[in-house]
């Protein structure tokens, strides 16, 4: 049987650019503390760890994130400014990849992703093409949807559950962080690919347990340095490019 191919995309990381450094650095001048400060405060907190998984509603987050911020009345423009503070912009080659893969490759697009309703819905309107699956079939795996972040195999078990429905038979998962491709690659016989060009040791999510560390070697792991290496490896994995 020839090959249907799915890839899902990860967001952060691999689609947009991370800089929590600035996102600890906005909190800390809007509260008046230090940087290390308001970090602690952010991570303590577990604010976004619960928004990710679902935990807590949309309005939640926002009344506990300005609560943390010391200013109940801010508006939902003054808290995406916070929020978009610990991104840097969309990784356009990595977009531009996506793309040519769909229509040049013929494979099938999705998102794979340790979201949250607020950010989702913010780079949903900034940058429309970055989160663009062309497919009207549900090929989106958000965090906050499923009800667990990555590396919890309900994220994965929910991405094979959709890339069946849809009609492929094999998935390939891009991911900055290679703890996030292990389920996929064990359980369900994914091919990952773990693209290390946006590395941000800042990010609030790595210092949960189970989220960074060694992995094991696999035959269908991969590594990309760069937007050229990622482009090659899915050329070495039937896409046409």
Same mark, same amino acid.
């Given at each position: %049987? ?9 967001? #952060?990381? +691999? ?34 760890? /619960? ?16 609560? %943390? ?13 916070? +929020? ?6 969309? %990784? ?23 979201? &949250?309703?607020?950010?989702? &819905? ?18 989106? +795996? ?9 590396? /919890?195999?309900? %994220?994965?078990?929910? #991405? ?8 492929? &038979? ?15 690659? &064990? ?12 590395? /941000? ?21 991969? +590594? ?18």
């Amino acid at each position: %049987m020839k090959d249907k191919t799915l890839i899902y995309w990860d967001v #952060g990381g +691999v689609l947009l650019e991370l800089n929590y450094g600035g996102l600890y650095q906005k909190g800390a001048d809007l509260t008046n503390t230090t940087f290390e400060g308001f970090k602690k405060t952010y991570l303590n907190s577990n604010l976004e760890i /619960d928004s990710l998984s679902g935990k807590i509603s949309d309005a939640d987050y926002q009344t506990r994130l300005k609560a %943390m911020l010391g200013n109940p009345d801010m508006t939902r423009e003054e808290l995406e400014d916070f +929020v978009k503070s610990g991104w840097g912009t969309e %990784m356009t080659d990595v977009v531009d990849l996506k793309e040519r893969a769909h229509f040049q490759g013929g494979v099938g697009t999705g998102i794979f992703s340790n979201n &949250n309703d607020f950010a989702y &819905n913010y780079l949903s309107r900034t940058y429309p093409r970055m989160l663009q699956t062309f497919d009207p079939r549900d090929l989106v +795996v958000s965090s906050h949807i499923v009800g667990a972040t990555k590396p /919890d195999l309900k %994220m994965y078990q929910s #991405g094979e559950r959709k890339a069946k429905i849809a009609g492929y &038979n094999k998935v390939i998962l891009i991911e900055d962080k290679p703890k996030y491709l292990e389920p996929g690659i &064990n359980q369900f016989g994914w091919y990952g690919i773990h693209l290390t060009i946006n590395q /941000d040791p800042q990010e609030a999510i790595k210092a949960e347990v189970g989220h960074t560390g060694e992995v094991e070697e696999l035959d269908n792991l991969y +590594v990309a340095n760069s937007v050229e290496e990622l482009e090659d490896t899915l050329k070495q994995l039937g896409v046409r490019l």
